[in-house]
């Protein structure tokens, strides 16, 4: 898969959420602009739970695919669906 400039990364976090700490400062050391949604905000989990399917934290969702689980997991299918942005010496 290859992404283009347009390509809007979001990730769906808790602020307790250590794997959700650790995504995020890896798209900052690589420098991956992503929007942030805070899952503990009223209505944002009711909002990613009915566009992912997912209720768990973190959610990463890059153009129309969308990543769960812990941050090697996301990280090793990111690397593998888009190795143009995260590379896999990244």
């Known amino acids: 898969m290859q ?15 250590p794997d959700c700490r650790q995504l995020k400062a890896w798209f900052d050391q690589l420098g ?5 949604h805070d899952l503990a905000r009223p209505g944002v989990a009711e909002q990613a739970k009915a566009r992912t399917g997912v209720r768990v ?4 969702v890059v153009g129309t695919k969308v990543y769960y689980g812990t941050h090697d997991t996301q990280r090793a ?8 942005l995260f590379g896999s010496g990244r």
């Open 57 to 60: 934290a973190p959610i990463t």
């Open 32 to 36: 991956i602009p992503f929007e942030e």
């Open 77 to 84: 299918r990111l690397r593998q669906d888009w190795p143009g």
């Open 3 to 17: 992404t283009s400039s347009s390509t809007t990364i979001e990730i769906y976090t808790t602020p307790t959420c």
